[in-house]
């Protein structure tokens, strides 16, 4: 019995060594260099125990790669292994995928900035517009806003902000839109209002069940009429406003602003 087990035992060597001269000689010098590694962090912790270093589990991590690692794992656990892997890639990527977009080329920055410094009243949306319909470079107008020069602190831009004509022009401005409201019977009635900004007064309100141009167009001119004192007519895009404001800025000085 004695002698059969060794001979069993030493054809079994005798295959292992068969299926290792199969193999590529890299793999077999990868798997000889991992176990030198397990085998010196095994000596190393013996005599005093002490975390894995990083260059330690780097080599282990790019060595398990070039061979079958399972079967060479003695010191280490396969979840650590994994573990490894998995934070390898994870640092390859972070390295790999810088944050943010890459650069527009240096031409085009610079005749971003040319153009907003010889255009001062002309925005981020209007230089990307410019850029797109006569030169056909497609720039995003945060990527305009963000090669554009910056302005000093204390000096003013071309234009007026939205908020600074509002209030330079409270007096002369006023509102409109429609809300709907629901009855009692559930029958559907719509409301204009017309509002002064510098007062916030409500100067118009009326309710009609079918809204029309020419409806809209009478409410207006009863609050508008020919006053020189409102100016500015503020009003949505909706089609409703679009041939009873036309016709309402032909026969007065009135400007109207879509928002």
Not at 30 to 43: C, D, G, I, K, T
Not at 112 to 139: D, F, H, Q, S, Y
Not at 144 to 157: D, T
Not at 184 to 202: K, M, Q
């Amino acid at each position: 019995m004695v002698l059969a087990r060794i001979g069993l035992r030493l054809l079994a060597d005798l295959a292992g060594l068969v299926a290792l001269s199969l193999r590529p000689r890299r793999f077999v010098e990868a798997e000889n260099l991992f176990l030198r590694r397990e085998l010196a962090l095994y000596q190393e912790r013996r005599v005093k125990l002490r975390r894995i270093d990083a260059t330690t589990r780097v080599s282990l991590t790019v060595l398990s790669r070039l061979f079958d690692w399972r079967d060479a794992l003695i010191v280490l656990r396969p979840e650590t292994l994994i573990r490894w892997h998995r934070a390898g890639w994870r640092l390859f990527w972070r390295v790999k995928s810088r944050p943010g977009r890459p650069p527009i080329p240096l031409e085009l920055r610079r005749l971003i900035r040319r153009m907003a410094t010889e255009n001062p009243i002309w925005g981020e949306e209007r230089i990307a517009n410019e850029l797109l319909l006569k030169l056909g470079l497609r720039v995003s107008p945060r990527t305009v806003r963000k090669y554009m020069p910056k302005r000093p602190q204390g000096h003013p831009r071309g234009d007026q902000r939205w908020s600074t004509f509002l209030r330079n022009h409270a007096g002369a401005i006023v509102a409109c839109d429609f809300f709907v409201a629901i009855t009692a019977t559930f029958h559907l009635l719509y409301v204009f209002v017309v509002i002064e900004h510098g007062s916030r007064r409500l100067v118009r309100v009326a309710v009609t069940a079918h809204p029309s141009a020419a409806w809209t167009l009478q409410q207006l001119r009863e609050v508008v009429g020919f006053d020189q004192a409102r100016r500015y007519l503020i009003h949505d895009r909706d089609s409703i406003f679009a041939r009873s404001l036309a016709h309402l800025t032909r026969l007065t000085t009135n400007r109207c602003l879509r928002r």
